[in-house]
């Protein structure tokens, strides 16, 4: 088949790239989607369910560092495209062992931008490609706590975790191949997804599970650190306006403008759950204080001023009715 587009899709088996890959087949049939997935813990085919029945999508494992590899992907597939989503992204995991954040993000990247870059300029050149690298806002680092300021493009990097570190590392690589070949590339940095898929270890998974199974809820600190939420469709739709619209060399700051503290989150979390099931939970009997996390940011806060601008983005799922889906589809999916 004449596929407009051959699109590689790294870490597609993860929770964001689960979204995409579904969002790819849905709006463009007349595209090759592969999906290029190492298979970790956090990576899984298991709820790809109707996905395995499209004729335009392939699934590949392998690890993105694994050079030989990807250059069998880029030249079974002639990719065209890339939306390379593969990374480590636990920040407590990274704190505890950094080597698996700079393997994946660091040389994971390197690589797969390496290997794009020699495969197309030994086929036709750059004309019709992109490598779209999707990133952080982790790796600007924090904001004070009750200021109306948000991190914006041209936010200094200031990166407080091994993870953020990684991930402003392999931003860095990117635009430097940019600057160096004219290399197709362009970079988002996004605040909080959240959404079905995504993995237990992360926050709102963890504290539907802790209500569901009415266990205590560990919450770091006094609760109080802020971050600005954005339902994962939403996320998709912004690099589907990027990959197809956006010059290449731009940098994106993707935002939902839905600031919470982790209490209210969590608060909100319990609202939902009560709505869905009629259950009341006492949402405050659960919540238990730790210890904080080390190198813990205060306040990420996104400005998506200039994706709106240039690309006319803005978030559409309201915090309200994107957590009721969330909730909703944990409570109906183990």
Known sequence: MDY??????????????????????????????????????????????????????RFIQGDVCDANMVNIVLNSFNVDTIIHFAAESHVDNSINDPSAFIQTNIVGTYTLIECARRFWEENGGFEGKRFHHVSTDEVFGSLPLNYGAKFTENTPYDPHSPYSA???????????YYTTY???????????????????????????????????????????NVRDWLYVTDHIRAIDDIVH????????????????????????????????????????????????????????????ENINTQLEWEPTTSFDVGIMNTVKWYLENE
Not at 166 to 176: E, F, H, I, N
């Open 4 to 57: 407009k587009k051959r699109i590689l899709i790294t870490g597609g088996a993860g929770f964001i790239g689960n979204h995409a890959i579904r969002y790819f087949l849905e709006h463009y049939p007349n595209y090759l989607v592969i999906c290029y997935d190492k298979l970790t813990y956090a990576g899984t085919t298991k709820w790809f369910g109707d996905i395995w029945g499209n004729n335009n999508f």
């Open 182 to 224: 004219g290399f197709p590339a362009t970079i988002s940095n996004c605040s909080n997804n959240y959404g079905p898929y995504q993995h237990k270890e992360k926050l709102i998974p963890t504290v539907i599970n802790c209500i569901k199974q009415g266990k205590s809820i560990p919450v770091y600190g006094n609760g109080n």
């Open 166 to 176: 990684s991930k402003a590392s392999s931003d860095m690589l990117v635009k430097s």
């Open 245 to 304: 619209y956006a010059p290449i060399g731009e940098t994106y700051n993707i935002g939902g403008n839905m600031e919470l503290t982790n209490i209210s989150l969590i608060y909100k979390i319990g609202q939902a759950y009560r709505e869905i099931t009629g259950e009341f939970i006492d949402i405050g009997s659960l919540i238990t204080y730790v210890e904080d996390r080390k190198g813990h940011d205060l306040r990420y806060a996104v400005s998506y």
